[in-house]
């Protein structure tokens, strides 16, 4: 059985409530991107190909292709 994140949410909060939830999450994954910011760049930069130079984009969204 998967938990799905909204079981985890209570379903009525007030609005303060929901501001400082929200906040206090934002602020934790800022401080995890910045705490491993490094770790998640060598991740990225060995495990994604590489995207294709800015002009090749550039042309082939003119040209009307899509990605």
Do not use: W
């Amino acid at each position: 059985m998967r938990t799905s994140i909204y079981d985890l949410l209570p379903e009525k909060i007030s609005d303060e409530s929901a501001y400082h939830l929200v906040n206090f999450f934002m602020d934790l994954a800022l401080e995890l991107e910045s705490c491993y910011f490094a770790q998640m760049k060598r991740y990225i930069d060995n495990n994604m190909p590489p995207e294709p130079p800015d002009i090749i984009q550039t042309k082939n969204k003119l040209d009307g292709d899509s990605f």
